[in-house]
């Protein structure tokens, strides 16, 4: 699989992390990918061949041509059907908010056609995306877009924006009533902007952090037992760090390496 990352254009930085690409042949025998929770969500286009979803209960769907995935609370699975052929812009926590209408909390484990988010307007850049030369052009489409649906830069909440900033800095370790503290508002309040703008409580998004720290570690040997990287990633002991991280992924840590986990590695290992 060939994985590259974008930089999107200096008015959506503050919203869109990054735009990234996946493309591969489909020659390759299809084999299910597990995608963990990461606190962003999704803008995907296939231009290539639609993706399988598969759930808990053994039924799956066949995912939308083009989509918003929300935040997801485990991990996923999915599978292609032919040739990948993928980019996307994936939104920082709370920067999706400014360009859709609809609640985030409807949003949540769910891959919402582009239709049902922007009707007419939403088909026509699907279209056009997924019928353009080359990716550099794809993202182009995607970024003019966006910026058409952005009113004010001022839509932002720039409270919550901070509130996230420093869980992830902190690695998921700072707790709820020190992070109200530190940002100097009420925690009801913080939880209750952190639901409408991100779609998951800080505590959430915190064990979420703390897993994409953990994961890093893990991939880069960091540690010198499952014991330590525990203690070190914040959690009260190896069971309690075990239990989490089964969890969120399905799997216990040693056997998540171990598996062919293509895009659990590289979303959950990137900057």
């Not at 503050?14 to 962003?40: H, N, Y």
């Not at 970024?143 to 998921?172: H, M, R, W, Y």
């Amino acid at each position: 699989m060939n994985y590259e990352v974008f930089t999107p254009v200096a008015e959506l930085q503050p919203f869109v992390k990054c735009f990234w690409t996946l493309e591969d042949d489909g020659s390759s025998t299809p084999e299910r990918q597990r995608v963990l929770p990461d606190g962003c969500m999704e803008l995907i286009f296939h231009y290539g061949d639609h993706y399988r979803q598969y759930f808990e209960d053994g039924s799956n769907v066949i995912q939308p041509k083009c989509f918003v995935f929300g935040q997801i609370s485990s991990y996923i699975e999915i599978e292609p059907t032919g040739r990948t052929g993928i980019v996307a812009a994936r939104f920082f926590p709370e920067g999706l908010v400014p360009f859709i209408e609809i609640a985030i909390a409807e949003l949540e484990n769910r891959a919402v056609d582009l239709y049902d988010l922007f009707g007419d307007e939403g088909k026509m850049l699907e279209v056009k995306v997924c019928s353009a030369a080359d990716n550099p052009s794809r993202i182009k489409m995607i970024e003019e877009f966006l910026l058409s649906k952005l009113a004010s830069p001022k839509t932002i909440d720039n409270i919550t924006k901070a509130c996230v900033q420093a869980i992830f800095q902190s690695q998921g370790q700072i707790g709820v009533v020190e992070l109200a503290d530190k940002m100097n508002i009420n925690r009801r309040n913080m939880e209750r902007r952190f639901i409408s703008a991100v779609g998951l409580s800080p505590k959430q998004l915190s064990r979420v952090a703390r897993l994409q720290a953990t994961l890093k570690m893990l991939d880069q040997k960091q540690y010198s037992s499952l014991t330590s990287l525990a203690y070190e990633s914040g959690y009260y002991d190896q069971a309690h760090f075990i239990k989490d991280f089964k969890e969120f992924t399905g799997l216990s840590p040693k056997s998540f390496f171990s598996d062919n986990l293509q895009l659990a590695t590289i979303f959950a290992t990137a900057d």
